[in-house]
């Protein structure tokens, strides 16, 4: 008698770090490795994030993949039906829904991938980031290099030349012309600088 062997249990994995630490490199390439395997993979990206594409998600150094992307957390569930692997790139960018939408897809048995910053440009924990750093079976804390001093970087420092609306708001979608990764020291001598510390 041959027993039905039961579907492996999925599992949540979290790539977290600053600006141009390759956070997004990382999950396509996680992503790309599924595809690969044959394994049903869906990817998502939040709507507010159009830098480089508004279908694709697209790293720093131009690697792509093609996703969904929708502006709540909810419809992910609409969409990742019928997959083994679920990537999700600028996850602090969605609502605290999002951690709840994670967790019902690895219950169902889904390897859920997730990229994201896990701290904003004033070191504070972004958006939903700490629940789900919380909830994961897995983490991966990438760093950039402190564009300073050359040490590793974990901060993204928004340039003081930023100014106008929505220069103190914690969402401020930008690129190098924004923001830099800089090491500790660098970002704490920054922000003392300029009054933040």
């Known amino acids: 008698m041959f027993l039905e062997s039961p579907k492996q249990s999925g599992w949540l994995e ?5 600006m141009f630490s390759g956070k997004t490199e990382e999950l396509i390439r996680r992503l790309k490795r599924a595809n690969f ?26 690697k792509s993949i093609q996703s969904i ?18 990537g999700i790139d600028e996850v602090q960018f969605f609502d ?5 939408v994670c967790n019902m897809l690895a219950d169902k048995g889904v390897r859920v991938i997730v990229a994201g910053l896990d701290m904003d440009y004033l070191a504070k924990p972004f958006g939903p980031m700490p629940a789900l750093l919380a909830r994961a079976e897995y983490i991966t804390k990438v760093h950039a ?24 708001e914690q969402v401020l979608i930008g690129e190098m012309d924004k923001y830099e990764p800089l090491c500790r020291h660098c970002f704490n001598a920054a922000l003392k600088k300029e009054g933040k510390l």
């Open 14 to 18: 979290v790539i977290c770090g600053s």
């Open 37 to 62: 395997a044959h394994q049903r993979v869906q990817i998502f990206k939040p709507g507010i994030d159009v830098r480089y594409s508004e279908t694709d998600v697209v790293s720093h150094e131009g």
């Open 69 to 86: 992307t929708v502006d709540s957390s909810q419809n992910i569930l609409l969409y990742a039906t019928d997959v083994d692997v679920v």
């Open 96 to 100: 605290d829904g999002i951690v709840d």
């Open 145 to 168: 290099i402190c564009v300073k001093c050359g040490q590793p970087a974990q901060h993204s420092h928004r340039l003081p030349t930023v100014k106008g609306a929505g220069a103190d």
